[in-house]
């Protein structure tokens, strides 16, 4: 049974890399197409090339686990960022900003129906 099920997942991973080559391509195809109305056709294939490190490099990228959120290298960060979103809270800086028109309406004596 189980053998019969690796060859399932074998026969699917193949169909679904012919699929994936054939994205790929038919994207190239696209991007090169693009390209040749932005950059003269001596740039376009470093262009291509660039587009499909950058591509490659941001989903080779490991995603951050909250541990290491708040216990490892970003942690200065991310309690900076809490530190400032509760200042603003605590000091009615969102109150202000949502508020201004009409306190500044109000001010002035002036009437709108529309609030910022």
């Not at 053998?3 to 699929?19: A, G, P, R, Y």
């Not at 080559?21 to 390209?35: D, G």
């Not at 686990?65 to 960022?81: D, H, I, N, P, R």
């Not at 949502?98 to 129906?113: M, P, Q």
Request: with cysteine.
């Amino acid at each position: 049974m189980e053998t019969s099920w690796n060859k399932h997942l074998d026969i699917v991973s193949e169909k679904n890399l012919e699929k994936n080559k054939k994205v790929r391509a038919k994207t190239i195809k696209e991007i090169r197409r693009i390209l040749g109305n932005l950059y003269h056709p001596e740039h376009i294939e470093q262009k291509v090339s660039e587009i499909i490190a950058d591509f490659e490099s941001q989903n080779s990228k490991t995603e951050v686990s909250f541990s290491t959120m708040v216990c490892g290298e970003y942690a200065k960060s991310v309690y900076l960022a809490m530190l400032i979103n509760v200042g603003m809270k605590l000091t009615g800086h969102d109150f202000i900003m949502f508020f201004s028109t009409d306190l500044f309406n109000k001010i002035s004596g002036e009437r709108t129906n529309y609030k910022t």
